[in-house]
């Protein structure tokens, strides 16, 4: 019996100290980059996104400009250039900034969506959360 509640203990010990591991399982973004993160209107930027997905869950990477949510951008993991390999869970675009583009600070709001078309929900201590990620950038006077 005192066997049984020392083995009891040290799990409780365990736990507390590895902690629970479902967030690892989770799609998670990594190294979410525009590249340059300052442009000029008529130059060309390269948006790229890291997406950790054990499970395969992810299959859609899009992001909209928080500022005018009517520009949305389909980023792609499909090896035809510039993505580098299909599959490989390295979302990429390459995107030109329109030569009328208003100069400013703005904000890139990448989410990932799942193969029914809805955005993939991570659990957080504060929640169950959409699966999302922004980047900033800044558009120069020409």
């Known amino acids: 019996m005192k066997q049984g509640i020392c083995t ?10 590895v902690g629970c591991n479902t967030a690892s399982r989770q ?7 525009i590249v ?3 442009l000029k209107p008529g130059d060309t930027a390269m948006i790229q996104v ?3 997905d054990r499970h395969d869950i992810v299959r859609r ?18 090896g035809q250039p ?12 390459q995107v030109d900034v329109p030569f009328q583009a208003t100069p400013g600070d703005f904000l890139l ?3 990932a969506y799942r193969a ?27």
Do not use: C, Y
Request: aromatic share 4%; hydrophobic share 40%.
């Open 8 to 17: 009891i203990a040290l799990m409780f010990v365990l736990i507390g100290v």
């Open 27 to 33: 799609p998670q973004f990594q190294r979410a980059a």
């Open 36 to 38: 340059p993160d300052q």
């Open 50 to 52: 890291e997406v950790k």
């Open 61 to 78: 990477v899009e992001g909209i400009v928080k500022e005018d949510p009517t520009i949305r951008l389909k980023l792609h993991d499909d």
């Open 82 to 93: 510039p993505d580098e390999k299909a599959g490989d869970n390295v979302w990429v675009l």
């Open 109 to 111: 709001q990448l989410s």
């Open 116 to 142: 029914d078309g809805t955005v993939v929900p991570v659990k957080t201590k504060a929640g169950t959360v959409p699966l999302s990620t922004t980047v900033p950038l800044k558009i120069l006077n020409p």
